[in-house]
């Protein structure tokens, strides 16, 4: 039982980063971009609102920062990969790399400091659930919202208009430019709100997941999210998959060697990229996932 | 092609304006012996120096050298280990450097090509090697005497009678390392439990939080990172009520009450090796000891230690340092029954580095 | 569409000089913002970074070095994407083949004379490389895998794969239990040039990025990868067997890449480490994708690319900022290309 718990709670803490970099970048790629800099705009927010949050003590005040700079970092990609339609990988790469350089540089005086809050926040009589009770519903804010994010994302993609409009320009842009929308400002806006939902992703790795700031802390998540978009076909509503099951093969990873299983610790340590890359190979033998057409054209 | 030609126009420009520039660079050395009037040490990190934890050692190492030797110290972070590091040295020596410090085992074979190329700069290095040798010296501190002590106070300390330890790659200073707190814990308790958990990397601070916390879920109170990066560990610590050490360097400014103490990269052992060599003495040499050489050392004890524990610690310090206790004098017996050393055989330094399994009563798997 | 064009025309950053000026002034001049804010002379800064890869035979080594494993890194990145497809795991591949080839030298090719042991290091080098990108491929082909996350997935099992040999059976047993191989057999080391890093590597590279362009644009199985990655329905219908050619591209970028690992072992390395070659082929994956895929152009991308490194280790030493410092000036030149630089060509 207190395995059970051990194992959930370790899924979800370390799976919610990913979660919210991988939402993100769904909505760029459904929109025709695909943001690597996902992992920069992680780690600004990561950096931007840990020193909020160290000052302030409010996780919401540290959130918004983030989210502000975040989207200013996803506009550099914006600009490069829509205006200048440069390479939009490479751009990403870039991007990364800038965001490593200035987080450390700027987050220097941060990396000794100590949070001095504690975010959890109990949702009343769901607590009390054994199992689920301390793990899934004795969160912090921002991991409740992750829990809904998905559905969310799933709504405006495929019951407003402005999703469909913004899957509209992934697939065909000149049937959205003939209908009257300019489909660069729908890319713009996809791109930007990735950066915005990862940098999200970054405040829950900083504040809420490890405590700390530390230099690089994001350390291929970012990468890896937006890796991983393909595994949920392009569709919202699966981006539990691949951010869980990462999760889950980071906790095992972990939990395996706590309890002295013997298993190699290289073979522990690659499991986050077994079991997704199984995953990938039992999704795609069932479907055909459902690329967006403007990517084909890029890759 | 025009682009090209025009690229080209500009790189022209660039050398003509360093050919009116380089003749300034003049020689420093005179007495023919390495080192000899250094202004310069050049410290070579494979992180970066704001970690609390291995490159964070070599930020009081710079301070104690500005102050004490009275020469510039700088540093060149996040250096990798391959031959990159060849024209990284180069690089430290065209600007002035005499004293070269690399700190990571990975440096050591390039070393050796470039002190054999630099007669008149003074290298000298942490790991043991036998590549040593002329202007190549070895400052080796020894991880096994810190870490024995620190087994022998965590031992004391714990509750549960369960220690965690964070390892990262099982390079021989983490194996020497949990091996000696293993040690140093039984013998408090001999049947004390030591969860060992690799996570294969240095600083990915995820990760650290997921073993820590799960470490603590499994009944550690006690937790002993060999990682770069402390912080995040602390910090968990801190939340969830229960004490750790640090690693390799003095950071008990970051939690004083979470913090119980680290092994630490000490200098007292250097600092007069160092002043000789720049006073135009160098001497080749190879130095291994921990305590009493002043090259490692327990960093501060936190404040949750009761005085009686402190020191009884620093009694077992002293014990050390007197050789009434070898960490590593036989029976050891590794995980599989096997013998490693035999009853009342002391080991060298190197027989020690050697060490590739995990003695009897860690919890954890070396493969 | 042709509006559009001519606005582009009478665009301002159509001069080609004036983009090369904001090249070179805007990160210098953002780049002094922040040294000034610090307290650090620009002025000394910036000379470093003439003196730093300028200075002497061997600091234009150095930048000459990092271009060799760039411009093949980048060439595994480039072949690939003319026929449609992504090869993100130049890595891996390398590594890999660095691992292979260190093997093979330090055993079975030990007493081999050089003239033959290696050119067949360099055929074992490719083997692996084509190797580790043919799982990627068979992923592809077979089960409808998607290759840039197959390959970015193998990069990261491809690090600790090396990492279960280096510390396992490859470590070499006087090597003080450190995670390394046995060191290759000296006769078999690629020769170095003028006291520097620089050895016959560089002159491999530079033939398989000409290769690579002459494949490409000016033969007939060159055409086909490029109708191939222009439009696959298109190449279908003209009777090009879409699945095979791209297979074989795949496997020969890989095997590109493996070559690159073997010059890093039998040129500057030696034996293999857990860093070596390491983020080179993320690295030349970026050299590829700031000028578009060209072969030709890679070729100064990826010398730009080396000298900002070799200019940035010059400059952090100078002022004594972070190495963070210099990550910003670096991205800061190549955003600044990627913002202004050359229009984007249309294939």
Not at chain 1, 102 to 112: K, M, P, V
Not at chain 2, 291 to 317: C, N, Y
Not at chain 3, 33 to 61: D, E, H, N, R, W
Request: aromatic residues 10%; proline residues 4%.
């Amino acid at each position: 039982m207190n395995d059970l718990i051990t194992i959930l709670s370790s899924t979800i803490s370390a799976g919610t980063p990913i979660l919210f970099a991988l939402v993100g970048d769904l909505i760029g790629q459904r929109a025709g971009i695909i943001s690597l800099n996902v992992e920069g705009c992680m780690l600004v927010g990561a950096c931007a609102g840990f020193m909020t949050a160290a000052t302030t003590g409010s996780l919401l005040l540290a959130t918004l920062v983030a989210m502000i700079f975040g989207g200013l970092l996803a506009l550099c990609q914006a600009f490069l990969a829509i205006t200048r339609k440069r390479n939009m990988m490479a751009s990403g790469f870039i991007l990364n790399f800038f965001a490593v350089g200035l987080t450390t540089f700027f987050g220097r005086n941060f990396l000794g400091r100590s949070l001095g809050a504690d975010f959890t926040w109990d949702i009343p009589i769901l607590c009390e659930i054994p199992v689920l009770g301390p793990t899934v519903f004795s969160q912090d804010p921002l991991t409740y919202f992750s829990y809904l994010l998905p559905i969310l994302a799933w709504f405006f993609l495929t019951r407003t208009k402005s999703g469909l409009l913004l899957c509209s320009v992934g697939e065909a842009p000149e049937v959205t430019e003939a209908c009257g929308y300019h489909p660069k400002r729908i890319q713009y806006a996809a791109v930007i709100a990735a950066g915005v939902l990862a940098a999200i992703g970054g405040v829950q790795m900083s504040t809420v997941y490890t405590i700390s700031w530390a230099n690089d802390m994001v350390n291929g998540r970012g990468f890896i999210a937006s890796a991983v978009v393909v595994l949920c076909a392009w569709k919202a509503e699966r981006a539990y998959i691949p951010a869980y099951i990462f999760g889950l093969a980071q906790a095992l990873q972990v939990f395996l060697q706590v309890k002295g299983v013997p298993i190699s610790m290289y073979v522990t340590m690659m499991m986050p990229y077994l079991m997704t890359l199984a995953a990938l190979a039992i999704i795609s033998i069932s479907k055909k996932p459902a690329m967006p057409e403007k990517l084909k054209i890029i890759s | 092609m025009k682009k090209l030609f025009a690229c080209l126009l500009v790189l022209c420009l660039c050398l003509s304006l360093v050919a009116c520039d380089s003749a300034e660079q003049g020689e420093a050395a005179n007495s023919g012996k390495p080192g000899a009037g250094a202004t310069k040490m050049g410290i070579i990190l494979g992180g970066s120096r704001d970690d609390y934890g291995f490159n964070y050692s070599f930020v009081s190492l710079a301070e104690q050298v500005e102050e004490e030797v009275g020469i510039e110290v700088v540093f060149k972070e996040n250096v990798p280990q391959n031959s990159d590091y060849e024209g990284v040295v180069e690089e430290l020596i065209a600007q002035g450097c005499t004293i070269i410090f690399p700190t990571q085992f990975g440096y050591l074979e390039y070393t050796k090509a470039l002190a054999d190329r630099h007669p008149e700069v003074a290298f000298y290095s942490i790991p043991i090697t036998d590549y040593n040798g002329g202007n190549f010296s070895t400052i080796h501190g020894e991880l096994q005497e810190p870490w024995y002590v620190m087994g022998a106070l965590a031992a004391e300390f714990s509750e549960t009678g369960k220690l965690g330890f964070i390892g990262s790659m099982p390079i021989p200073d983490v194996i020497v390392a949990v091996n000696a707190y293993t040690l140093g814990a039984q013998s408090v308790k001999p049947d004390i439990e030591v969860n060992a958990v690799f996570t294969g990397s240095w600083a990915d601070t995820g990760l650290q939080t997921t073993s820590c916390n799960q470490l603590i879920d499994a009944g550690c109170d006690v937790i002993a990172p060999f990682q770069d990066t402390i912080k995040t560990i602390v910090e968990i610590c801190d939340s969830r009520d229960v004490h750790c050490f640090g690693c390799n360097a003095d950071a008990y400014e970051l939690n004083p009450s979470t913090w119980l103490s680290a092994c630490e990269n000490a200098w007292g052992g250097f600092i007069p090796v160092l002043k000789e060599t720049v006073a135009g003495n160098y001497e080749c040499v190879d130095m291994r000891g921990g305590f009493e050489m002043g090259l490692s050392d327990i960093a501060t004890l936190g404040d949750d230690i009761p005085q009686e524990l402190k020191d009884k610690t620093m009694a077992l310090r002293q014990s050390i340092i007197d050789d009434e206790i070898h960490v590593f004098e036989g029976p050891v017996i590794a995980q599989d029954g096997s013998v490693v050393f035999e009853e009342g055989y002391k080991p060298t330094t190197e027989e020690i580095n050697l060490i590739n399994v995990l003695v009897k009563g860690i919890n954890g798997t070396l493969n | 569409m042709k509006l559009q064009l001519l606005d582009k025309k009478t665009h301002l950053l159509d001069h080609m000089w004036l983009r090369i000026l904001i090249c070179f002034l805007a990160p210098i001049f953002l780049f002094g913002i922040l040294l000034v804010s610090q307290g650090i002379s620009p002025i000394l800064a910036y000379k470093t970074i003439v003196t730093s890869v300028f200075g002497s035979t061997y600091t234009i080594g150095e930048v000459v070095v990092r271009a060799t494993y760039l411009i093949l890194t980048a060439m595994a990145a480039i072949l690939p994407a003319r026929v449609g497809l992504a090869n993100a795991g130049g890595e891996g591949q390398m590594t890999i083949a660095a691992t292979a080839v260190a093997v093979a030298g330090s055993t079975i090719f030990a007493e081999v004379p050089a003239v033959i042991a290696v050119p067949l290091l360099f055929v074992v080098g490719m083997l692996a490389g084509a190797a580790w990108a043919g799982i990627a491929v068979i992923c592809k082909q077979l089960l409808n895998m998607n290759e840039i996350l197959c390959t970015i997935l193998l990069n990261y099992i491809a690090e600790y794969v090396i990492c279960f040999l280096l510390y396992g059976v490859l470590k070499d047993p006087h090597g003080w239990n450190y995670p390394q191989t046995v060191e290759v057999a000296s006769h078999l080391r690629l020769p170095r040039y003028f006291g520097t890093r620089v050895t016959f590597g560089i002159f491999i590279a530079l033939a398989v990025a000409i290769l690579v362009w002459v494949v490409l644009y000016k033969t007939r199985v060159g055409f086909t990868m490029r109708t191939v990655g222009g439009n696959q329905t298109a190449a279908r219908f003209s009777g090009v067997r879409l699945k095979r050619v791209q297979s074989l591209v795949f496997a020969a970028s890989g095997a590109i890449a493996g070559i690159a690992g073997t010059i890093l072992i039998l040129g500057v390395e030696g034996r293999m480490r857990t860093d070596a070659g390491a983020t080179m082929g993320f690295m030349g994956f970026l050299t590829a994708g700031m000028v578009g895929n060209s072969p030709i152009w890679a070729i100064p991308s990826a010398l730009l690319i080396g000298a900002l490194d070799v200019a940035g280790n010059g400059v952090e030493i100078a002022t004594g900022l972070p190495a963070a410092t210099m990550q910003i000036l670096i991205m800061l030149v190549l955003l600044t290309i990627m913002a202004v630089g050359g229009k984007k060509k249309h294939e």
